[in-house]
């Protein structure tokens, strides 16, 4: 009975140390990080496409976290600088990512700002990358004979249509759409001063 209440007791013991590495000290640490100037709250489309964004699993295949350049090529790859806390002011929750199968999508709305790009490569990424082993989203689409006055027309690549019909997006493909152009962190960011004595800052 004496050793259960030490086992026990060092058990607790090691879960209230890890609980205050993991979890409490970072929490304290961003807990009054501000949001950049020039990062943007999210509008209801945006909202609405980062929903459809978790809900077709893209977190699993891309990034929302570039590192710095003592750490990876990232920068080289041009996938914009590193991300600090204050971007991630308005993500809830955060979709940092553990893999990249795909790119980093931190920047992907200043790296393709163009809608129609998005679209048609949702519609069929290897229309757009050669070789792309990303899934297509034919269920983000309606295929049709027609266009109705709010339709919004997808101009694929020459072959990759479906022959005699139009392509356009639903609501769920333009609120996505949304989601990554507004992926754009380009604005400059002030280090905090930890961050800015930090070995790795340095050159």
């Known amino acids: 009975m004496h050793n259960e209440t030490k086992l026990i007791a060092g058990g607790m013991t090691m879960l209230s140390i890890a609980t205050s590495i993991l979890v409490v000290i970072p929490y304290l640490t961003v807990r009054d990080v501000k949001a ?25 295949c891309h990034s929302q976290q570039p590192r710095a350049k003592s750490f990876a090529p990232d920068f080289a ?4 600088r590193a991300s600090v806390a ?5 993500d809830t929750p955060h979709l940092l990512g553990t893999m990249r199968t795909g790119p980093d999508l931190f920047n992907i709305g200043a790296r393709q ?9 949702l519609y069929q990424p290897r229309a757009y990358v050669q070789g792309s082993v990303m899934p297509s989203y034919p269920y983000l689409f309606d295929i049709k004979d027609k266009l109705d006055g709010g339709d919004v027309e997808v101009n694929l690549p ?7 019909k139009l392509v ?9 759409v949304a989601y990554l152009k507004a992926l754009n962190h380009t604005y400059p ?3 905090t001063p930890a961050a800015a004595a930090s070995p790795a800052a340095k050159p």
Not at 77 to 80: A, E, F, L, S
Not at 86 to 90: C, G
Not at 113 to 121: A, R
């Open 77 to 80: 790859r041009g996938w914009g």
């Open 113 to 121: 700002p163009s809608e129609q790009w998005h679209l048609g490569h």
């Open 86 to 90: 204050a971007d991630y002011a308005y």
């Open 168 to 176: 356009a997006a639903n609501r769920d493909a333009l609120d996505l």
């Open 189 to 191: 960011v002030v280090e």
């Open 158 to 164: 020459p072959g990759y249509a479906p022959p005699g």
């Open 36 to 60: 950049p100037e020039g990062l943007k709250p999210y509008t209801s489309a945006e909202v609405r496409g980062r929903q459809v964004y978790i809900a077709n699993g893209c977190v699993y």
